[in-house]
Structure formats: structure tokens, C-alpha cells
């Protein structure tokens, strides 16, 4: 049964930076894709980035070219650094596990969750 765990997050005024990381315990975490999702108040979660085995990103349009998605393999974690923060990018992060060594951004790929953490930006 594998494990994420969430660590960073918090407060920033718009423009800002936050940097969130996730370890990845008691999984296959080289064989797989990883992903950050999240969740605005009253919406449905929504995935933003995701990377491969090999490295390979992918980002949601309303991220692209301001979060960086990245990964340690030899501690076995993954990040998202977000920067230029804007209001809308406030909600509940989410690293995830797939089930599957390919990338999307269908939550129902994804088998294992981290606890979530908050992201609010202030204007």
C-alpha cells in the first residue's frame, strides 16, 4: 500500500511563490506517473501537473509556464514549485500516484493519495 505525504504550503499574497513536496513511501516510484491535483472551493479537482518515469512534464493550461513540476529519485519525492501565484490558484493541493507508467490528468488513474494541503493566495 503505498504512501504521499504532503509537506509545504500556506499563505502568499498574488505574485508570490510557494513550493509544495510529497514523499513517496512503500511504492513503485520509479515505474509510475506522479501527478499534483487540486481542489477550489465549490469545484471538482482538477489535475495540473504530472511527470514520468523518465522525467517528461505535463501541465494544465492555467499553470503553464508559472508551476514547475520535479522529482528526486533517490529520496523519492516530488515537487511543485509554483510561482506568480494568482488568486484562482487557491484550494487544497494533491499529489497523487498512478496506477499507470503513462501521464493524464484523469484523477480515476490515480491510486494513491497524499492528505492534501492548503494554497491561499490574497490579492
Known amino acids: 500500500q503505498g504512501q504521499l505525504v504532503e509537506s509545504g504550503g500556506g499563505s502568499v499574497q498574488a505574485v508570490g511563490s510557494l513550493r509544495l513536496s510529497c514523499a513517496v513511501v512503500?511504492?513503485?516510484?520509479?515505474?509510475?506517473?506522479l501527478g499534483w491535483f487540486r481542489q477550489a472551493p465549490g469545484l471538482e479537482r482538477e489535475g495540473i501537473a504530472t511527470?514520468?518515469?523518465?522525467?517528461?512534464?505535463w501541465y494544465a493550461a492555467s499553470v503553464k509556464g508559472r508551476f514547475t513540476i520535479s522529482k528526486d529519485d533517490a529520496e523519492n519525492t516530488v515537487a511543485l514549485q509554483m510561482d506568480n501565484l494568482k488568486p484562482e490558484d487557491t484550494g487544497v493541493y494533491y499529489c497523487?500516484?498512478?496506477?499507470?507508467?503513462?501521464?493524464?490528468?484523469?484523477?480515476?488513474?490515480?491510486?494513491?493519495w497524499g492528505q492534501g494541503t492548503q494554497v491561499t493566495v490574497s490579492s
Open positions: 497523487a500516484a498512478s496506477r499507470f507508467s503513462f501521464c493524464s490528468f484523469h484523477s480515476s488513474d490515480f491510486i494513491y
Open positions: 512503500r511504492y513503485n516510484y520509479n515505474a509510475y506517473c
Open positions: 511527470i514520468n518515469k523518465v522525467g517528461t512534464t
